[in-house]
């Protein structure tokens, strides 16, 4: 432990408070711990020093933090007699709880986005009650497709959805949870976008829409009002979703090597090498939801060069139409 990490834990039993803001703000480690596994929280909540566990607090100390004998902060306060720390540190624990029991971490999920072409183009025509009753039947007709097949919409963003599937067994919510298996989870979401396409497409007004699939980890916002869905592959999506032909779906190389796990093949169908804005170039191929397959890549972007499509094959077993 350096000088200035062992001085942020003295100051704090001291009731220092201005040392303690000046070590903090210096970046001094805040979860900094002793021989005996004491942060500067255990030692200021043990002497009562209430100023300075709100600030601690308020600068994300870890309440929960044990020491070697395995007491956390609220446990000194008690034992002294400190109610107004112990108040304090109870406060902190239930709000640091419930934000923690708002956030869902399934692990890897298999993600859908599905965005309806030229809305604003559509829209110019339509009353704001058509528009309404356009989207709501968009929306409903998602999940017509989605709930049989075990796929959820999971969030709404005006004039796209973001569908999910994965093991969502254990969600804590009605509107995620899904008793299908996450072992196939990319056939699943394929087949939902099969259903999917052709029944938007005859409703009144039909309605014409892009899809994109990614495969990667996501963490889930959870409200009493609504979902958000996060990560990496949320972007990887809409990314694919950009680039997909009317009527298909671009699926991601992510979700490729996961669909070949599921239908235990080596094989995967042949790709196209996309630019994707804040990315680099990503390999994709084409799903044909009309036809439930595979279709041979669109024309491959000329400006990759011929080093960036070798490093990208090289990452995966595939046939490339290059």
């Known amino acids: 432990m350096s000088e200035m990490q062992d001085a942020l834990i ?17 970046k001094v480690q805040i979860n900094t711990a002793d021989y005996d596994s004491r942060t500067a929280l255990h030692v ?37 007699g400190h109610r107004t720390v112990e108040k304090v540190l109870r406060h902190a624990m239930l709000e640091q709880k419930h934000i923690q029991e708002n956030i869902y971490c399934p692990g890897c999920i298999t993600v859908l986005l599905v965005d ?21 039947t968009f929306y409903a ?12 919409k999971a969030e709404i963003r005006g004039d796209c959805c973001i569908c999910v599937a994965g093991d ?23 087949r939902f976008a099969e259903i999917l396409q052709p029944s938007l497409l005859g409703a ?21 009002y609504f979902i958000s869905v996060q990560g990496k592959v949320v972007n990887t999506a809409a990314r694919m979703e950009t680039h997909a032909p009317q009527g298909t779906v ?7 090597h996961k669909w070949a796990d599921e239908m ?46 070798r490093r990208i094959q090289a990452s995966f077993s595939c046939c490339w139409d290059i």
């Open 10 to 26: 003295k100051s704090a039993a001291e009731g220092d408070f201005d040392e303690v803001k000046c070590l903090v703000e210096h």
């Open 44 to 80: 200021s909540a043990a002497y009562g020093h209430i100023k300075i566990v709100t600030y601690l607090i308020a600068n994300k100390a870890d309440i929960c933090y044990k020491d070697r004998w395995g007491r956390s902060a609220l446990a000194d306060a008690i034992e002294e």
């Open 116 to 136: 309806i072409k030229n809305f604003t183009s559509s829209c110019s025509s339509l009353s704001a009650r058509e528009v309404c009753a356009w989207i709501s």
């Open 141 to 152: 007709l998602v999940d017509q497709a989605a709930l049989p097949l075990g796929v959820r």
């Open 168 to 190: 969502l067994s254990v969600a804590p919510c009605k509107r995620l949870l899904s008793p299908a298996s996450k072992d196939d989870q990319v056939t699943r979401m394929l």
């Open 204 to 224: 009144k007004p039909s309605i014409s829409v892009r899809m994109g699939i990614a495969y990667g980890e996501a963490a889930f916002l959870i409200d009493d």
């Open 250 to 256: 671009m699926v991601h190389q992510s979700a490729l």
């Open 264 to 309: 235990s093949t080596h094989t995967l169908p042949r790709c196209n090498l996309l630019d994707c804005k804040g990315m680099p170039p990503q390999a994709a191929a084409i799903f044909d939801c009309m036809k439930g397959t595979f279709i041979a890549a669109a024309q491959v972007n000329k400006e990759t060069t011929a080093n960036q499509r």
